[in-house]
């Protein structure tokens, strides 16, 4: 922008010194009047420049409205402007200048100046050619008395003519044209050469034809000249030439010089009026289209310093809109534009400042909320926040993944719905409903049972109402605790095992030996009847003790510590061995073993167990069916290996389902019930899991799933 | 004068209007090389009438001598011009010619014209600037000054061919 100003400036500055010589062209100095015509075609091209500058001005707005710079515009109608207030009076003061121009240059030319020096010319004429008559009758009458003389008389007569008529020079040629005599009035201002009259005039002369003329010689002015021929009256002689030279009267001369000096004058002036309007016309159209280019031109740049503050207004503006405070460039201008920026820039400083503080503001909050969220999403316990509608206002992910959904799922549902969206969720509803209805009651805690996909959770739960003040809502937290129970019960359950064991255990043997120390003793000195009762009773107790043993071992085995003989199995090689026992049983059993099962981690002992328990239960549960089956399935799931043990039995009963892990709980009329205690026991010693479940139509599945070697070291 | 005709090759063009060269030549003698040339002109009716109207007629007589190199531009060895100028001397009904050889006045405008058109011995250059056996080419023309007429004139000459009296160089060759 600013270069162009510099082009605009430069432009208009050349164009003033161009404008100033052609009207000094046009004008009658000679300066610069040679030059006219290429001042003239330079002043064009200046023109041509500047509309070639003024069209890319306009295009240069034209593009700046389209692109909708702010200001652009105004820019625009300030140049319009602009360029009316210099076309209006620009055109009237041309068009009335062009009128005057042309009426004045009319008003010259009149025709009674133009009579008047046409007659003042042909005065002058007439005064010389009187002068001329006269000098012609002089040059006859000296002819006349020389034709009467002898020519050699001629030379003597001459000078003596010459001076009684008052002729300045007189000379005599022959008929060839060489002079004869000549007779010089002595009185003359220099002396002359003779002037030897054209040979034309010589021809005309001998013709007998008299010449008379007026001459301009060199440095002398005007003469008259008159020449005839001199009939000699000799035979022997041809005509003779008289040439007689007479200066016109300085004083006529000079006034007959400047009639016609004016005259021409006049009439070159008369004949050029044409090319003189032309010229004038020409000049003050360049003047006018200068002046209306410079101001149009100029109109712009004016515009343009104008609308800049807008400009730079608008941008602060849209900075400020933006978030950027940075104060714009102070306008230097004094006018009600200047203080505008300045208080724009009063403005923007403090809104920068207040911005600032309320970003700190809100960076500390932001950093509060920021602790208090990661200390929540890092505890263990799941907490949700309720409103004073029981709508959820926010809940930790932990939360979320102790409830078994999703967290988005729960926010901002109110606890009455949630049985819609999460039916495993009912027993909650159950407990948190009546406690959030009774208002006295601030704070409470309770046990709940969830039944979710991975199985019975039993959650602790404990609510409390917050302070009116804060939000009069609710918080609610809650522990899994399922692990802790169950760890709790086991525990018991070993306790009880172990003591009972060792209870047991220790008067077992004494019972045997006695009875057997009883029979040996007995048996010789009773009589036979008495004797084989004694023998059967004696069995009797020896079997029920050893079953009370083998019982007590059971017992033992599953309250032992768990001590663990850890080396890398194949779980299926595991599955063979187990089943070549299983070949000759009643039913028959059927093995669908995943060929790339990886290895597992366990203890060859406890795991062949497992396997035989399980195949025992089977086993049980499918007593007096006709199609019994069993399948025994391995796979790999998710990075475990998966056991299956699937029967087409009667399946678990409801009841039971929930708590068949627990010692002593059974379906079978004989069993210790230690069986799946003992399975589920060895499993988590080795890091697995166990479930169970009925499947449909009839029977049941026990799922084992150990960790592989390979998921675990990928 | 020991004169003898260089050159005198002369494809003549006779314009209608206007002025060219009917026919030029260089003659030398023992110093100077001297141009003899004959133009035709006709004045249009403008200048015709500017003439009559008192108004002076410059016309320019231009001579140029070049040798062609053909390894650079040609090579300037003469360039010489000469101002003639016709008037019409409303007092005396005469017409003045000035020129080199001086003023001379007539009282037809055809005599004028003659004057103006026929160039006798114009001493153009001097004989030791030329090298024996070398080709040189001449040039020859003459022109109206438009420049010198009156500035309302020079305007109404702007693009006008009325004004416009320029004859083509004529061009021809010299040996010597």
Not at chain 1, 453 to 463: C, E, H, I, P, S
Not at chain 1, 485 to 500: F, S, Y
Not at chain 1, 651 to 658: K, M, S, V
Request: charged share 20%; with cysteine; hydrophobic share 45%.
């Amino acid at each position: 922008m600013a270069k162009l100003r510099y082009i605009v400036l430069a432009s208009v500055g050349l164009g003033a010194v161009l404008l100033y010589m052609l009207s000094r062209a046009s004008s009658n100095t000679a300066a610069f009047a040679e030059h006219y015509t290429l001042l003239l075609v330079l002043n064009v091209l200046l023109a041509a420049v500047l509309i070639g500058l003024i069209g890319y001005q306009i295009w240069l707005v034209k593009k700046r409205i389209r692109d909708k710079v702010f200001g652009a515009r105004l820019t625009m109608r300030l140049i319009i402007l602009f360029a009316l207030m210099a076309v209006v009076p620009g055109t009237l003061i041309y068009g009335v200048s062009v009128q005057f121009l042309t009426r004045s240059i009319e008003s010259w030319f009149d025709v009674r100046v133009d009579s008047a020096l046409e007659g003042g010319l042909s005065l002058g004429r007439s005064v010389l050619e009187a002068q001329q008559n006269d000098l012609i009758h002089k040059a006859q009458a000296i002819a006349i008395t020389l034709q009467e003389e002898s020519p050699s008389s001629h030379t003597r007569l001459l000078d003596q003519l010459r001076n009684q008529l008052g002729v300045q020079e007189a000379t005599l040629f022959s008929a060839r044209g060489s002079v004869l005599a000549i007779a010089t009035a002595t009185d003359a201002r220099d002396a002359i050469l003779p002037q030897m009259p054209g040979p034309a005039i010589l021809r005309a002369v001998r013709a007998q034809r008299p010449y008379s003329g007026i001459e301009t010689i060199t440095g002398k002015g005007l003469y008259l000249r008159a020449v005839v021929p001199v009939n000699v009256l000799s035979l022997s002689e041809d005509v003779r030439i008289l040439q007689l030279l007479e200066p016109v009267p300085a004083k006529i001369a000079k006034d007959a010089e400047a009639v016609q000096d004016v005259y021409r004058d006049y009439k070159e002036l008369a004949f050029s009026r044409h090319g003189l309007n032309k010229l004038f016309a020409l000049t003050l159209t360049m003047t006018l289209l200068f002046a209306l280019l410079s101001a149009i031109a100029l109109a712009f740049v004016l515009s343009q310093r104008m609308s800049a503050p807008l400009g730079l207004l608008a941008e602060g503006t849209k900075a400020v809109a933006k978030g950027d405070f940075s104060p714009m460039q102070p306008v230097k201008a004094r006018d009600e534009l200047g203080q505008l920026m300045q208080s724009f820039n009063t403005m923007t400083r403090q809104l920068a400042e207040t911005s600032a503080v309320v970003e700190h503001k809100q960076q500390q909050l932001e950093a509060s909320k920021g602790y208090l969220e990661s200390i929540l999403a890092h505890l263990s316990s799941g907490v949700i926040a309720f409103d004073e509608k029981f709508s959820v206002k926010s809940a930790n992910p932990i939360a979320a993944q102790l409830l078994g959904v999703d967290l988005q799922l729960l926010r901002g549902l109110n606890v009455f719905e949630w049985s819609e969206k999460a039916p495993q969720l009912a027993p909650l509803v159950q407990a948190l409903t009546p406690r959030f209805e009774s208002e006295g009651q601030k704070e409470w805690q309770a046990q709940i049972e969830l039944t979710l996909d991975g199985g019975a959770k039993t959650l602790l739960v404990r609510g409390s109402r917050l302070p009116a003040e804060i939000d009069n809502g609710y918080v609610v937290v809650f522990d899994d605790v399922t692990r802790l129970i169950q760890a709790q019960r086991d525990a018991a359950w070993g306790e009880v095992a172990r003591r009972l064991a060792h209870e047991i255990k220790n008067p077992l043997t004494p019972i045997q030996l006695s009875a057997e120390r009883l029979a040996h003793k007995l048996a010789a000195k009773l009589d036979l009847p008495d004797a084989e009762i004694l023998a059967r009773a004696t069995q009797t107790i020896v079997n029920q003790v050893a079953a009370l043993k083998s019982m007590v071992d059971e017992f033992s085995q599953y309250a032992r510590q768990p001590t663990l003989n850890l080396q890398t199995l194949d779980l299926n090689e595991l599955v063979g061995e187990v089943l070549t026992l299983y070949e000759t049983s009643p039913v028959p059993v059927q093995t669908e073993l995943a060929p790339a099962l990886p290895h597992v981690q366990g203890d060859s002992k406890l795991l062949r167990q497992v396997i035989h328990n399980l195949l025992q239960n089977a086993q049980d549960a499918l007593v007096g069916r006709e199609t019994a089956t069993i399948r025994v399935r391995t796979e790999l799931e998710n990075g475990l290996a998966v056991l299956r043990v699937i029967d087409n039995g009667v399946g678990f009963p409801p009841e039971i389902l929930a708590r068949v892990f627990e010692p002593y709980v059974t379906t079978k009329a004989k069993g210790t019930g230690l069986g799946l205690a003992i399975v589920k026991k060895i499993v988590e010693e080795h890091g697995g899991q166990v479930e169970v479940r009925n499947i449909e139509p009839v029977g049941a599945c026990v799922c084992i799933k150990l960790p592989c070697i390979e998921a675990s070291s990928a | 004068m020991l004169a003898f005709a260089l050159a005198s090759i002369a494809p003549i063009t006779l314009h209608a209007e206007g002025l060219s060269v009917k026919h030029a030549e260089l003659v030398a003698n023992e110093e100077w090389y001297f141009l003899n040339a004959d133009f035709s002109v006709s004045l249009t009716p403008a200048l015709e009438e500017a003439l009559n109207k008192g108004i002076s007629l410059n016309f320019i007589l231009e001579f140029e001598l070049t040798r062609s190199r053909w390894y650079w531009l040609d090579e300037s060895i003469a360039s010489v011009r000469q101002n003639l100028r016709i008037s019409y001397h409303a007092l005396t009904r005469q017409y003045h010619f000035s020129g080199n050889s001086g003023n001379k006045a007539f009282n037809t405008l055809a005599e004028a014209k003659d004057e103006l058109t026929r160039v006798a011995d114009w001493k153009v250059l001097d004989r030791n600037l030329l090298k024996k056996g070398t080709p040189y080419n001449a040039a020859v023309r003459m022109k109206l000054d438009v420049k010198q007429l009156p500035k309302p004139l020079q305007v109404e000459a702007l693009g006008s061919k009325d004004w416009d009296l320029a004859s083509d160089w004529h061009r021809f060759t010299i040996t010597p």
